[in-house]
Each structure stands twice: as structure tokens, then as C-alpha cells.
């Protein structure tokens, strides 16, 4: 059993909100997963640069001096530290490179995403411990998604937690259990996908990225997993401006979904949606089994 929360926003005027409105979401969840928690903002991008999330358990150590070490390699970098998290700010054009150099000069930290403009914030411990960690509150965004997790298959461990980010501005979070992420895992590591933990949900996540590369959108990769995905899953997804849920053909996890002029929102519960603005006026429904549900800013536009 695990919490999921999701919020794209349509009224730009409530985008300074966005952090506060999805914290909230998630510690109303902390009952359905108090393991892990973790929030993915996908903000303003800058022109001509990308963000790179990191994750210490040495912040100290690791992230002291980064951004003079990258320099000294090549790589100019800002770097904005937030407990155990940092976000290091480079030119987009060095995003495919920084990987490899952070395995050189920092081989114990990990990148829990990157791309133009998503940040990826996840901990062990309550919802509301690492809400505050890393002052999700004051992050502003168009969009978002969170997950508070209960662990039943494997350990509960930073890497473990949700969203998962296996692209450029790609993550996931999913409630359920799959049933032949270990075949699909192989088929991915032969496409090229490489894993950093045992986690069908990141299995989930990279089988998007890879139909996702192969020219489909989001709506038609989700499409996709309806057929390839075996199990019980609930998945809300999102990329750099596009936000979507499906769930499997027997849909026996919850969810519910509300919809405004201003929003659309995601929640396990109806609970999780009660304090958003305008709630008693929103469209409110239970999405179908095997159905995708997609929204696009750039589409919007």
C-alpha cells in the first residue's frame, strides 16, 4: 500500500503555490506509506540550461567544493544544497557528460534526475519530515507528483523511494506490484536502460523512457503499458509538460482524479484533494481501468 499525489496546473497564477498545495496532498497520505516520501517539481527551465538532482548521504564531503571540481573538468556548475540533496545548475549541452564525471570525482552520489526543469526531492522517513527537509513549501512549478511508500518487496533505502527518473525530465510513481518487471528488465538492459536499484517501479519508469525515445508521447508509451506490464499498478507520470495516469485493466488500487478551470489533480484518496482550491466545484471521478488520462502544457499552448 503506498500514497500518490499529482497536481498540473492550467492557471498560471497558482504556480508559486505548488509546493505548498503538494505537500499538503502528500503528508494527508503519510497513513498509506510512512517508509519513504519523495516530490518531483518540474519548474521554470532556463535558457540554454539543465538541472541535475543529487543525492549524499555525505553531503557534506560530496557536495563541498563540487562546483569548483566540475569546473576544473570542464563543466561550469552552480550548486544549491539542500540537506542531503543538491541541484546543480549546468549547460544543458553538458547534461550527457555530467554523469560519467560525477562517477569519476563523486563516485557516492547519485542522481535521482535531470532535464531541463524537474527536481526530484526523496528521503526515508515521514512525508512531513522530508517536506521540511528540503522546504518543498517555497518551490513554485506548472507541475508535480509525489509518493509516500509502505515497502513490500524490497528495502527501505533513499534509492528505493519514489519518483523514479530514468530521463530527461521523466519520473514516476506508482502504487501496486508488477508481475514480470525481471523479464522486462532484461529487455531494457539490452536497449540500452541501465538500473540503479531492484524496484519494479523503476522498471515501470524505464520502460517509458525507452518507448518515449522511440518517438511516442506520453499518452502512447501509457498506451503501451497496458499491453507489456503485467501486475497491479496505479502510475502517475510526469515529463518536462506533460502529466499522466493510467491504471491497470483491474484497477483494484484507488485513486481519484478532480479537475477545475485552474488544476488537475491526482490523489490515492479523496482526502488528498480536499484542501485544494475550489475542490466542492471540480469535476470529480474515478479514472476507468485500463484507460490513460494525458494532459500537455505545450498542447494546451
Given at each position: 500500500?503506498?500514497?500518490?499525489?499529482?497536481?498540473?496546473?492550467?492557471?498560471?497564477?497558482?504556480?508559486?503555490?505548488?509546493?505548498?498545495?503538494?505537500?499538503?496532498?502528500?503528508?494527508?497520505?503519510?497513513?498509506?506509506?510512512?517508509?519513504?516520501?519523495?516530490?518531483?517539481?518540474?519548474?521554470?527551465?532556463?535558457?540554454?540550461?539543465a538541472?541535475?538532482t543529487?543525492?549524499?548521504?555525505?553531503?557534506?564531503?560530496?557536495?563541498?567544493?563540487?562546483?569548483?571540481d566540475?569546473?576544473?573538468?570542464?563543466?561550469?556548475?552552480?550548486?544549491?544544497?539542500?540537506s542531503?540533496?543538491?541541484?546543480?545548475?549546468?549547460?544543458a549541452?553538458?547534461?550527457a557528460?555530467?554523469?560519467?564525471?560525477?562517477?569519476?570525482?563523486?563516485?557516492?552520489?547519485?542522481?535521482?534526475?535531470?532535464?531541463d526543469?524537474?527536481?526530484?526531492?526523496?528521503?526515508?522517513?515521514?512525508?512531513?519530515?522530508?517536506?521540511?527537509?528540503?522546504?518543498?513549501?517555497?518551490?513554485?512549478?506548472?507541475?508535480?507528483?509525489?509518493?509516500?511508500?509502505?515497502?513490500?518487496?524490497?528495502?527501505?533505502?533513499?534509492?528505493?523511494?519514489?519518483?523514479?527518473?530514468?530521463?530527461?525530465?521523466?519520473?514516476?510513481?506508482h502504487?501496486?506490484?508488477?508481475s514480470?518487471?525481471n523479464n522486462?528488465?532484461?529487455?531494457?538492459?539490452?536497449?540500452?536502460?541501465?538500473?540503479?536499484?531492484q524496484n519494479?517501479s523503476?522498471?515501470a519508469?524505464?520502460?517509458l523512457?525507452?518507448?518515449m525515445?522511440?518517438?511516442?508521447?506520453?499518452?502512447?508509451a501509457?498506451?503501451?503499458?497496458?499491453?507489456?506490464?503485467d501486475?497491479?499498478?496505479?502510475?502517475?507520470?510526469?515529463?518536462?509538460?506533460?502529466?499522466?495516469?493510467?491504471?491497470d485493466?483491474i484497477a483494484?488500487?484507488?485513486?481519484?482524479?478532480?479537475?477545475?478551470?485552474q488544476?488537475?489533480?491526482?490523489?490515492s484518496?479523496?482526502?488528498?484533494?480536499?484542501?485544494?482550491?475550489?475542490?466542492?466545484?471540480?469535476?470529480v471521478?474515478e479514472?476507468?481501468?485500463?484507460?490513460?488520462?494525458?494532459?500537455?502544457?505545450?498542447?494546451?499552448?
Amino acid at each position: 500500500m503506498c500514497g500518490i499525489v499529482g497536481l498540473f496546473l492550467k492557471d498560471k497564477s497558482l504556480e508559486p503555490q505548488l509546493g505548498a498545495l503538494l505537500s499538503d496532498m502528500l503528508i494527508i497520505m503519510t497513513d498509506r506509506g510512512p517508509d519513504s516520501a519523495g516530490i518531483a517539481i518540474y519548474g521554470a527551465a532556463a535558457d540554454g540550461k539543465a538541472k541535475v538532482t543529487l543525492q549524499s548521504a555525505a553531503p557534506d564531503t560530496d557536495f563541498g567544493g563540487l562546483a569548483a571540481d566540475l569546473g576544473r573538468v570542464g563543466i561550469a556548475a552552480t550548486v544549491s544544497v539542500k540537506s542531503t540533496h543538491a541541484v546543480a545548475e549546468v549547460d544543458a549541452a553538458k547534461l550527457a557528460e555530467i554523469r560519467a564525471v560525477l562517477a569519476a570525482i563523486r563516485p557516492n552520489v547519485r542522481i535521482m534526475g535531470s532535464g531541463d526543469s524537474v527536481e526530484i526531492y526523496k528521503e526515508t522517513g515521514l512525508p512531513k519530515d522530508v517536506v521540511a527537509r528540503f522546504d518543498v513549501r517555497s518551490m513554485g512549478g506548472s507541475h508535480g507528483i509525489g509518493h509516500t511508500r509502505m515497502a513490500t518487496e524490497s528495502a527501505v533505502t533513499t534509492l528505493g523511494a519514489h519518483p523514479f527518473s530514468t530521463g530527461a525530465d521523466q519520473c514516476l510513481v506508482h502504487n501496486g506490484s508488477l508481475s514480470n518487471h525481471n523479464n522486462l528488465r532484461r529487455e531494457l538492459v539490452r536497449e540500452g536502460m541501465t538500473f540503479e536499484t531492484q524496484n519494479d517501479s523503476e522498471v515501470a519508469a524505464a520502460y517509458l523512457t525507452a518507448e518515449m525515445a522511440k518517438g511516442k508521447n506520453l499518452g502512447e508509451a501509457l498506451t503501451g503499458a497496458l499491453d507489456d506490464l503485467d501486475g497491479f499498478f496505479t502510475f502517475v507520470v510526469g515529463t518536462k509538460s506533460g502529466f499522466g495516469v493510467v491504471r491497470d485493466p483491474i484497477a483494484c488500487k484507488p485513486a481519484v482524479m478532480a479537475e477545475t478551470d485552474q488544476y488537475v489533480a491526482f490523489g490515492s484518496e479523496y482526502r488528498a484533494l480536499v484542501n485544494l482550491p475550489s475542490i466542492e466545484t471540480a469535476r470529480v471521478w474515478e479514472p476507468e481501468p485500463a484507460t490513460v488520462y494525458f494532459w500537455d502544457h505545450e498542447k494546451a499552448a
